[in-house]
């Protein structure tokens, strides 16, 4: 768990994602070996990934912005949409499958690695972001999916950003303060959600497991200011090019568990 810290607090560094991509499947798998009831292990994977990104992205974007690099016009555009998209999602959860929620984490993480992969010119779709109408659409988009899958909403922000014509650097800076505007509300809608459950692990808050954020984010903190200084220093194509091909493998990884 603590090297896992490490390789997620490293990512969410370098690529901006909090670190959920990495722990979501992780964390699955160690509450299956456990014995967690089958019915609340996907649930309590991405309630407690949402808790440790919390300092991850926090301490992630703050070292982005030590490099000069984010769009905090965006962020602050953002702060009661994104939060609003979490939140509703969070309310839904109790009634949704974890099998759904296998799904919409591989088929959204699977569209964005393409188009890393893929990169062209018709991908973007304009050199300009939206104005501030659409742009709290998408605001409250990225917060309802990336709840669902339990990520800190950089991998849905980078897609958005690259979309229209900003550059893969800026996009990773944005997405680790992104983090934090989805991580809080959803940890603290994964605790209301899973609230009162019999058959939950010991040292659980609802759908958050204290005992794993102990071991996970400690590590995941330490080494995130490493992954943002390497992501500044790889050029822009080379960056989307690892992004694409570790989303990838995270999603193969992922279905075959």
């Known amino acids: 768990m603590a090297l896992a810290g490490c390789f997620a607090g490293f990512m969410s560094g370098l690529f901006g994602i909090g670190g959920g991509v990495i722990l979501v499947p992780l964390l699955a798998a160690v509450f299956a070996v456990q014995g967690v009831d089958p019915v609340h292990v996907s649930h309590m994977a991405v309630g407690t990934s949402l808790g440790i990104i919390i300092p991850t992205a926090i301490r992630s974007f703050l070292s982005h912005r030590k490099l000069g690099a984010g769009n905090q016009e965006l962020l602050k555009l953002w702060i009661l949409w994104v939060p609003l998209g979490v939140v509703i999602t969070s309310l839904i959860v109790p009634y949704v499958s974890g099998v759904l929620l296998r799904y919409v984490f591989a088929i959204v993480a699977t569209l964005i690695a393409v188009k ?64 934090v505007l989805i991580a809080i509300p959803g940890a603290i809608g994964y605790v209301y959600a899973g609230w009162g459950q019999q058959t939950l692990p010991p040292m659980s808050l609802g759908y958050l497991n204290l005992l794993a954020i102990l071991f996970v984010a400690p590590f995941s903190m330490l080494v995130a200011p490493l992954g943002a200084r390497m992501a500044h220093r790889l050029d822009e194509g080379m960056l989307e090019r690892c992004f694409g091909i570790f989303l990838l493998l995270v999603v193969v990884s992922f279905v075959l568990m």
């Open 116 to 179: 890393m992969l893929f990169k062209r010119i018709n991908w973007t779709v304009s050199s300009d972001l939206p104005g501030p109408l659409p742009n709290r659409g998408f605001g409250f988009g990225i917060g309802f999916l990336s709840t669902f899958m339990g990520i800190g909403g950089g991998n849905l922000n980078n897609l958005f950003m690259t979309v229209f014509g900003q550059s893969m650097h800026q996009a990773v800076a944005t997405s680790a303060g992104l983090g």
